[in-house]
């Protein structure tokens, strides 16, 4: 087996430094507390600041943690936390409505899947998690961009792929949906995605109301829709009651 990467060695007692520092650190400072030559410590923080780990003040030349680190260390968290949080309730709102149950959350303008729940009865289905989805055409997707407007950015001004005929393929109109999503606290999506299937989802908020993911269920839609091909009223309830459930273990006051 090869031995380890002494620079990543060396890129990682940089970055534990500097998160354990009370402020930013010179090259001086830093080539000192780890035993680096100078020219080494500073060759290393050049590299990291082009990846975005680290950040170097344009005034003093001293070097903290960059966004980018402290970006996917919060986002790691958040998506971990959001999982463990919400299987017991995930659970339960399949079992409640019959129907398989995904988690999802925001990623680089889709929706990443984070937990997913089988319908409870025998048939074959496929696990989702992983699985990166579309944000204009899942009720997943619809949650987070009705309450996140950086996702809405994410979208463009152009027209938006189609999956099938009832896909909502135009800014405009996504937006009105948007704005009726957030009137009701929820969204559903009709054979947008997938011919025969629909869907249904809640916001999920974390500390100060901030949605930081959405619940929902999906199905055949005979079952998810009523004879008026309405969502079921019942289990818009399961939905949102499951979905406030999840943030309420997140820290989030009522709302």
Known sequence: MPGPVQSIQRGA??????????????????????????????????????????????????????????????????????????????????ARSGEAVRIGTFLDGQILVVHHVFRPDDTLQTLDVGTLLPMHATALGKVLLAYDVSATAALGDGPLEAFTRRTIVTPKALTRGLTSIREVGWAVEIEEMTIGEASIAAPIRGHGGLVVGAIGISGAVERICDTKGQPNAALVTFVRDAARAVSRDLGASRW
């Open 13 to 94: 007692a940089i970055l534990r430094l500097l998160a354990r520092s009370s402020g930013r650190l010179g090259v001086g400072e830093i080539a000192t507390s780890l035993g680096l030559a100078r020219g080494t410590a500073h060759g290393l923080l050049r590299t990291l600041q082009l990846v975005g780990f680290v950040e170097q003040d344009e005034v003093t030349g001293k070097y903290q943690l960059g966004a980018t680190l402290l970006h996917l260390g919060t986002s790691y968290l958040d998506v971990n936390e959001l999982r463990s949080r919400a299987i017991n309730w995930a659970d339960a709102l399949a």
